[in-house]
């Protein structure tokens, strides 16, 4: 059974920093997709950036976390990382983790079949 567990989200003030995780169970990281989405009140969802794992370790992210987001793996935990710097209060939405667990070579927002429960990051200016 697939399960995603999201973590290390929380309140800061503009220009902080978070770093969540998500740790994957019931499959295991070998060139699938890893995904982080966001949700603000009000809003659809958007997709954040997204790791392919293993070798490759391809990333991607929105143009709005472009250079304050990065994004990485740990393979031997199935854990993925993003690292969120210089946050901002528009950053503040319920972020979750996302997963393909068929391998490939490339990652597209409709893939991901599998969601984590959320963690709230909230940015107070």
């Known amino acids: 059974q697939v399960r995603l567990v999201e973590s290390g989200g929380g309140s800061v003030q503009t220009g902080g920093s978070l770093r969540l995780s998500c740790v994957g169970s019931?499959?295991?990281?070998?060139?699938?997709?890893m995904g982080w989405f966001r949700q603000a009140p009000g809003k659809s969802r958007e997709m954040v950036a997204y790791?392919?794992?293993?070798?490759?370790?391809?990333?991607d992210y929105d143009d709005s976390v472009k250079g304050r987001f990065t994004i990485s793996q740990d393979n031997a935990q199935n854990t993925v990382y993003p690292q969120m710097n210089n946050l901002q209060p528009e950053d503040t939405a319920m972020y979750y983790c996302a997963a393909d667990t068929l391998s490939g070579s490339y990652c597209y927002e409709g893939a991901f079949s599998y969601w984590g429960q959320g963690t709230q990051v909230t940015v107070s200016s």
């Open positions: 790791i392919l794992t293993g070798t490759s370790g391809i990333t």
């Open positions: 019931g499959f295991t990281f070998k060139s699938n997709c």
